[in-house]
């Protein structure tokens, strides 16, 4: 095949790119190397770029999915766009809401367009966000475990992709997601692309640059490895379903070999994957023996005390199921950032 990745250099879009790169196909990696300048670290977009240039079959362009000229050119004569391309912090949502409507809807309907337009009728991806359901999650009654809190029993297993998206705050990043997913939705059932939209949870893995902001697993590990203190928004006791970033390449795949047409899938580890920001600290103390100083502050708008993604359908419909259990992944997380301390700011 012949798969287009965009952000193709970030985390997500990294390890697509070499999992298809490794199966022999041929990749475009497209990225405009912006999220670098985003969180003032210019080793983290840069680090994936140069890493996929050691394979032969993958094309590096540097464009960005705001320029429909530049897109509509990659995109001719591709099989299939896998779009991780995203701004994707909530908090730079707020600051800067352009930016964010720019990049991550109208990016995303430049993308659907030039598929729309290419002769070879490519299958989207669309990498959404649990973020679409918004403060209705907040509305789900919560117990408190004491390092933990649980959904109560009605949800025991997660929130289902029927969950509603409406009538609630969303912030920004919220909003301009949920705008692409139902854009990649309306493309596929009325134009008859192939579209799989994946509403994420908390993705984490190796060749991931976590800050403060966006990508926390992997920025409590970095900051545990580094002895640099951590501040906890809220309590510590929100909980989300954790998913290996190999696992979700995984489900893409299975969508791409599937004979669905269109899917949404709500996509994470799981109610058997969760942890919280308390619990995670306890198991890197546990495997690495450091434990960062901890500061607590407000919680931040929006903000989900529990969220858990009911996978029951890419179960059932992508015969597909997480693999790696979120010891075991954070385990090879803290091996490859005790490895590689020199790549992350002092």
């Known amino acids: 095949m012949k798969i287009l990745v965009t ?10 790119t070499q999992y298809y790169a490794q199966k022999g196909d041929d990749v475009i990696c497209y990225d405009n190397l912006s999220r670098a300048t985003l969180l003032g670290n210019s080793i983290d977009t840069t680090y ?9 079959n993958v094309r590096l362009v540097h464009g960005d999915i705001r320029n429909m000229a530049s897109l509509k050119e990659v995109v001719n004569g591709v099989d ?32 659907l367009e030039a598929a729309r337009l290419s002769g070879s009728k490519p299958a989207v991806i669309y990498c959404s966000t649990n973020k679409v359901y918004g403060e209705n999650v907040n509305k789900v009654g919560v117990i408190d475990r004491g390092t933990r809190y649980t959904f109560e029993k009605q949800f025991k297993n997660g929130v289902s992709e029927s969950f509603s998206i409406d009538a609630c705050e969303h912030t920004p990043y919220g909003c301009s997601k949920l705008s692409g997913d139902l854009y990649v939705q309306d493309y596929g059932y009325l134009y008859g692309l192939k579209t799989g939209v994946f509403r994420m949870s908390c993705i984490y893995g190796i060749r991931q640059f976590g800050v403060e902001d966006q990508g926390w697993v992997a920025w409590f590990v970095i900051a545990t ?18 998913l290996y970033v190999t696992d979700l390449v995984s489900a893409f795949d299975s969508f791409i070999s599937s004979n669905l047409d269109h899917a949404v899938f709500n996509m994470g580890g799981g109610f058997l994957n969760t942890i919280s920001l308390l619990e995670l600290l306890e198991l890197l103390e546990e495997q690495t ?29 992508l015969a597909w199921e997480p693999k790696i259990s979120p010891r075991d992944g954070i385990s090879k997380l803290i091996e490859w950032v005790a490895k590689n301390k020199s790549l992350f700011p002092g």
């Open 7 to 16: 952000g193709g250099a970030g985390f997500i879009g990294s390890h697509v």
């Open 225 to 242: 490895i580094l002895g640099k203190a951590i501040t906890i928004y809220g309590d510590g006791k929100q909980v989300r379903d954790i």
């Open 48 to 56: 994936n770029w140069n890493y996929l240039k050691a394979f032969p």
């Open 289 to 317: 023996g450091k434990r960062s100083a901890i500061n607590f502050s407000q919680w931040r708008p929006s903000d989900q005390k529990v969220y858990i993604s009911d996978i029951a359908k890419a179960k059932r419909e």
């Open 80 to 111: 299939v766009i896998i779009h991780t391309a995203a701004q994707t912090a909530v908090t730079t949502s707020m600051v800067d809401p352009k930016t964010d409507f720019e990049t991550n809807t109208l990016g995303t309907f430049n993308i």
